[in-house]
């Protein structure tokens, strides 16, 4: 069974920093590409930063400059450097994992539970 486990959200006031980290589990073969998406009270889902296996990266443009989302391929771990916060990055951050292969299936696609993180202005 493949599961993603985040870590990493927590409380800093405006201007700090957290990473968030998400490593998924199970007889993973490959992971076409990892991401994080946040969800803030009231709102839908958005995307932040996405990253192939190939090293590509997307970010929404609010977080361009301030976010920076990072793989270790071999530990299937995907990372959110997340600095200059602000308040409105205040929300549930949910790391996402597209194209997960295992020995026997094809999964197309898997969510974390999700990791709060609040920014005190």
């Known amino acids: 069974q493949v599961q993603l486990v985040e870590s990493g959200g927590g409380l800093v006031q405006a201007g700090g920093s957290l990473r968030l980290s998400c490593t998924a589990s199970?007889?993973?073969?490959?992971?076409?590409?990892m991401g994080w998406y946040r969800q803030a009270p009231g709102k839908l889902r958005e995307l932040v930063a996405t990253?192939?296996?190939?090293?590509?990266?997307n970010y929404e443009d609010s977080v361009k400059g301030r976010f920076t989302i990072s793989t270790d391929n071999a530990k299937k771990t995907v990372y959110l450097q997340m600095n200059s916060l602000k308040p409105e990055d205040t929300a549930v951050y949910y790391c996402?994992?597209?194209?997960?292969?295992?020995?026997?299936?094809?999964?197309?696609?898997?969510w974390g539970k999700g990791s709060l993180v609040t920014i005190s202005s």
């Open positions: 996402n994992a597209r194209g997960v292969r295992t020995l026997n299936l094809y999964y197309p696609e898997f």
């Open positions: 199970g007889s993973i073969g490959s992971i076409n590409a």
């Open positions: 990253i192939t296996s190939g090293g590509s990266t």
